[in-house]
């Protein structure tokens, strides 16, 4: 058996057994009681903001790439994102979406344009995410252990650093001379090509800062559809509660432990919503119904890359990612 195949599946492995973790600890008949309950409104409006966020998501890539003179149609955009997101359901991390659609926004633009596009769009995605992160523990009165706090920190101050490092001219020049995988090997030379690339958004810093509010506005719609969610199934929590577990969340869910965050997802929003004495039952409603309307509209990707087949010919994206 192939390394990256048996990491595939000791990883889906993993995921499973967190889902079976919970579905121990359940208790059906109310569980299925809440469910009858569910208000159709609210899980449609739900879903609509998801859509809302997707949309939203699109436009503020979009602007990235208009910057850097690759105007490419809303459309075509959406249809490269949603099919990113359906090959994000199963890849490793929430992350594998932004590979997905860094490799079939190439096939429509310079290459090393369009992932440069998808690293920034992703890093002030990841910043604001922090913004709201610190935001949501600085008033959750000490209620996140400590442990989940310093993660945090030092993932976010690895951000930093690598965003730092990221925004110096002098890098790939450095890599460029001193390492000769960056000027022999063809992938460390268009790993550079894509760096540089990258560097040519220092020349807009008010694109990056409306990207950064842009981020903003789709995180705080991302936590709006989870708590809309909730009231769809008469979960009364205050929506202050969701500032802090959903941003956590999704950090969470950014570790390549599970393929398509599956069972992270579900045990990070148990785990932390029972700091707010949310019961498991609460809990494992409001992240399966968000699964699900996730994967819905993955595979939504999955219907237009069947449909855009002859222009989104991805046979080879398996040798292009790695599990």
């Given at each position: 058996?192939?390394?990256?195949?048996?990491?595939?599946?000791?990883?889906?492995?993993?995921?499973?057994?967190?889902?079976?973790?919970?579905?121990?600890?359940?208790?059906?008949?109310?569980?299925?009681?809440?469910?009858?309950?569910?208000?159709?409104?609210?899980?449609?409006?739900?879903?609509?903001?998801?859509?809302?966020?997707?949309?939203?998501?699109?436009?503020?890539?979009?602007?990235?790439?208009?910057?850097?003179?690759?105007?490419?149609?809303?459309?075509r955009l959406f249809c490269i994102y949603t099919i990113g997101a359906f090959w994000g359901l199963f890849l490793?991390?929430?992350?594998?979406?932004?590979?997905?659609?860094?490799?079939?926004?190439?096939?429509?633009?310079?290459?090393?344009?369009?992932?440069?596009?998808?690293?920034?769009?992703?890093?002030?995605?990841?910043?604001?995410?922090?913004?709201?992160?610190?935001?949501?523990?600085?008033?959750?009165?000490?209620?996140?252990?400590?442990?989940?706090?310093?993660?945090?920190?030092?993932?976010?101050?690895?951000?930093?650093?690598?965003?730092?490092?990221?925004?110096?001219?002098?890098?790939?020049?450095?890599?460029?001379?001193?390492?000769?995988?960056?000027?022999?090997?063809?992938?460390?030379?268009?790993?550079?090509?894509?760096?540089?690339?990258?560097?040519?958004?220092?020349?807009?810093?008010?694109?990056?800062?409306?990207?950064?509010l842009y981020s903003l506005v789709l995180q705080i719609i991302r936590v709006v559809t989870i708590y809309v969610?909730?009231?769809?199934?008469?979960?009364?929590?205050?929506?202050?509660?969701?500032?802090?577990?959903?941003?956590?969340?999704?950090?969470?869910?950014?570790?390549?432990?599970s393929i398509g965050g599956l069972g992270v997802r579900e045990g990070a929003f148990v785990f932390l919503f029972?700091?707010?004495?949310?019961?498991?039952?609460?809990?494992?409603?409001?992240?399966?119904?968000?699964?699900?309307?996730?994967?819905?509209?993955?595979?939504?990707?999955?219907?237009?890359?069947?449909?855009?087949?002859?222009?989104?010919?991805?046979?080879?994206?398996?040798?292009?990612?790695?599990?």
């Amino acid at each position: 058996m192939k390394r990256d195949t048996l990491k595939y599946i000791l990883k889906l492995v993993f995921g499973l057994l967190i889902i079976v973790v919970i579905l121990y600890q359940i208790r059906w008949e109310d569980f299925f009681i809440t469910v009858k309950k569910a208000n159709y409104f609210l899980l449609v409006s739900a879903f609509s903001l998801l859509l809302i966020e997707r949309v939203w998501a699109v436009f503020k890539w979009r602007q990235l790439l208009i910057v850097q003179g690759a105007a490419i149609s809303m459309w075509r955009l959406f249809c490269i994102y949603t099919i990113g997101a359906f090959w994000g359901l199963f890849l490793p991390s929430s992350l594998g979406t932004d590979v997905a659609r860094g490799y079939y926004l190439a096939k429509s633009s310079n290459a090393a344009i369009s992932v440069a596009s998808v690293v920034v769009d992703r890093l002030m995605g990841i910043l604001s995410l922090f913004f709201i992160c610190f935001a949501s523990i600085f008033f959750s009165n000490g209620l996140l252990e400590q442990s989940i706090t310093n993660y945090i920190y030092i993932i976010f101050a690895a951000v930093i650093v690598g965003l730092i490092l990221l925004l110096q001219d002098r890098v790939p020049d450095v890599l460029e001379k001193k390492i000769s995988f960056f000027s022999v090997n063809p992938i460390g030379m268009k790993l550079l090509e894509m760096h540089r690339a990258f560097l040519r958004f220092k020349k807009y810093p008010g694109t990056l800062f409306l990207a950064f509010l842009y981020s903003l506005v789709l995180q705080i719609i991302r936590v709006v559809t989870i708590y809309v969610t909730a009231l769809a199934f008469s979960i009364n929590i205050g929506i202050e509660t969701f500032f802090v577990v959903v941003p956590v969340s999704i950090v969470v869910i950014m570790i390549p432990v599970s393929i398509g965050g599956l069972g992270v997802r579900e045990g990070a929003f148990v785990f932390l919503f029972s700091l707010f004495g949310v019961s498991v039952n609460s809990s494992f409603v409001i992240s399966s119904t968000n699964s699900i309307m996730v994967t819905i509209i993955g595979l939504l990707g999955g219907f237009v890359f069947m449909l855009y087949r002859d222009e989104f010919q991805g046979k080879n994206i398996s040798k292009k990612i790695k599990l």
